[in-house]
């Protein structure tokens, strides 16, 4: 079975000089626009959940043993 993920993200950055309004039609432009915006420790915690070899989210992830 087929299916369509759509979104639609609109991201505004107001500063004392002026507000900028970036629209995302994808989850990937969304993070993209999103993850400089966040200081290292936010960074850290939402890749915390996620295997640094493979990117799964089933951890404890066993992609990168030598075994």
């Keep these: ?3 369509t993920r759509e ?3 609109t991201i505004y950055t107001d500063t004392n000089k002026r507000t ?3 629209e ?3 989850a990937m432009q969304a993070v993209q626009a999103l993850l ?3 200081t290292a420790e936010e960074r ?3 890749f915390s959940d996620y295997c640094r070899g ?3 989210d089933e951890l ?3 992609c990168q043993n030598d075994d």
Excluded: R
Aim: one cysteine or more.
């Design 1 to 3: 079975m087929e299916y």
């Design 24 to 26: 995302c039609d994808t």
């Design 54 to 56: 493979c990117g799964t």
């Design 44 to 46: 850290m915690e939402v």
């Design 36 to 38: 400089p915006l966040m």
């Design 7 to 9: 979104f639609k993200v």
């Design 20 to 22: 900028i309004e970036e």
């Design 60 to 62: 404890p992830c066993h």
